[in-house]
């Protein structure tokens, strides 16, 4: 079931970012909300509507280099936060998509993670995922937040949609050993169509 909570605290939180007619949306799926649609998440990574820092750590720059047609999966580590400890997961990332894969068209292409459930570690929040694709920004922050807002309004039309969370991910490159400002990052993952 959507809590009302839930969708103010977005709005709220994006309130700054939003114009007005994507004010009157969310106004508008608050009222929906209201009649008691359900929202059709499954538990873990995506139940949270809080931002979620990420560290992607590894040899970066090669990852980024490699946008042709047949990408191959490099070796990286994801680290993130959970109560006081740093969790690491050593999984396996690659560029995919079209037109944001171009590296004429954004810095940052989006990827591909892909988890060895075996090295996840257990009550991780990325417990149960296989492959998960993280979008990445061409334009600036703003137009991630956008597409964020468009998959929750489509989760509350319909389960059988993307489910999406809003990340913050530093990109680190550990053969550089430079890491970049962070950046908005936006999750939507298949669930099941």
């Known amino acids: 079931m959507v809590h009302i909570t839930k969708i103010v605290n977005i709005a709220t939180y994006f309130a700054g970012f939003l114009n007005r007619e994507i004010k009157v949306v969310l106004f508008f799926l608050l009222c929906f909300s209201l009649l008691g649609s359900a929202l059709g998440q499954s538990p873990g990574l995506f139940d949270p509507d809080e931002v979620m820092t990420l560290n992607l ?14 990408p191959q999966y490099h070796s990286a580590t994801l680290q993130y936060k959970a109560d006081l400890n740093t969790i690491n997961i050593p999984i396996k990332i690659k560029t995919r998509g079209h037109f944001r894969k171009i590296s004429t068209n954004c810095k940052y292409p989006p990827i591909f993670l892909n988890f060895k ?9 990325f417990e149960g995922q296989d492959k998960v694709k993280l979008v990445t920004p061409c334009q600036g922050d703003k137009y991630v937040l956008y597409e964020y ?27 550089k050993n430079k890491s970049a400002k962070p950046y908005y990052r936006n999750e939507p993952v298949h669930s099941g169509i």
């Open 57 to 70: 750590r590894g040899d970066l720059r090669s990852v980024f280099k490699d946008r042709g047609d047949d």
């Open 149 to 175: 807002l468009v998959y929750k309004s489509y989760n509350l039309i319909t389960p059988r949609s993307f489910n999406a969370r809003l990340i913050k991910v530093v990109f680190q490159d550990t053969v």
């Open 117 to 125: 459930k075996s090295a996840i570690p257990k009550n991780s929040v």
